[in-house]
């Protein structure tokens, strides 16, 4: 059996699409517009980007879907897995998403209005292809899990959450700070410890990192696999070879660069 601590992190490079461009809030509230999605991603593609994450923020308020058009174009020059959600709430709305290139899909906010479409798309999909996003937040004395990329909050807590997307047969989870989102200010620990003790797949976390110390605290955790950025690449301009570099010094088993 492969050793934990010589499985390569992955570092994903997470793009929030609202009509078409990419944005960044802080803590999830208000947005900058960052730039055009193709542009970006074809730039974390050849700095060497594990994965990419496209996440329209606005599809499920407004049930549509508009990424696959998106997909389409970047599956022509990129060729690293690419994760899409927003707005799906069928088999049929993420077979949309596969059809035109998307790997694996993300879903959220349907999935907390109806947990059964959490097993309806692992049976048709496979795990694999299935990400569970969870956008959480500690808030008196609970930890609470959000609707509506981080809008709408959900009267479910995220152990009891975890433990039902889980048995529902996701294959990954993409776990976001609410609290950390693009403000900088380090990792959400408490978050982090939590999600550990109740997640039994692959982790994938996002929130607060602003340098590659913090990502190598996160990875210090064998069952976190994955770290995503967004402001830290967008808005700080960080170079992921960079970030690579760091943490090979760092002693962590990172992927190496893909040749162009």
């Known amino acids: 059996m492969l050793d934990c601590n010589t499985v390569p992190k992955r570092i994903i490079a997470r793009l929030d699409i609202k009509n078409r461009r990419v944005v960044k809030g802080i803590m999830m509230e208000g947005v900058q517009d960052v730039g ?24 499920s308020l ?7 058009e998106i997909i389409s174009e ?5 060729f690293i897995p690419i994760c ?19 790997d694996k899909i993300c879903i959220n906010t349907s999935a907390i209005e109806n947990p059964r479409l959490l097993a309806e798309l692992s049976k048709e999909f496979g795990a694999q292809s299935i ?34 997307a889980q048995e529902a047969g996701v294959g990954e989870i993409l776990i976001t700070s609410i609290e950390k989102d693009g403000t900088g200010r380090g990792p959400d620990y408490p978050l982090i410890e939590i999600v550990k003790k ?13 340098n590659s110390k913090h990502i190598c605290a996160v990875f210090k955790n064998k069952q976190i696999n994955a770290i995503s950025l967004a402001s830290f690449l967008h808005i700080d301009n960080t170079n992921i070879i960079n970030i690579k570099s760091d943490l090979k010094n760092m002693s962590i088993v990172v992927r190496e660069e893909i040749e162009q």
């Open 131 to 164: 990400v569970l996003q969870v956008d959480a937040r500690f808030i008196k004395g609970e930890w609470r899990i959000f609707s509506n990329s981080g809008r709408d909050m959900s009267a479910i807590e995220l152990p009891s959450w975890l433990g039902i």
């Open 198 to 210: 109740y997640a039994t797949v692959p982790i994938i976390y996002g929130g607060g990192i602003s």
């Open 84 to 102: 899409a959600g927003g707005g799906i709430n069928s088999c049929q709305s993420a077979e949309s998403l596969f059809r035109a290139g998307a």
């Open 62 to 68: 407004y049930q549509r879907i508009e990424l696959p």
């Open 36 to 59: 055009d999605p193709i542009k970006l991603c074809q730039k974390y593609f050849n700095q060497g980007a594990d994965e990419i994450i496209l996440l329209d923020t606005v599809a």
């Open 74 to 78: 970047l599956v022509k020059d990129i």
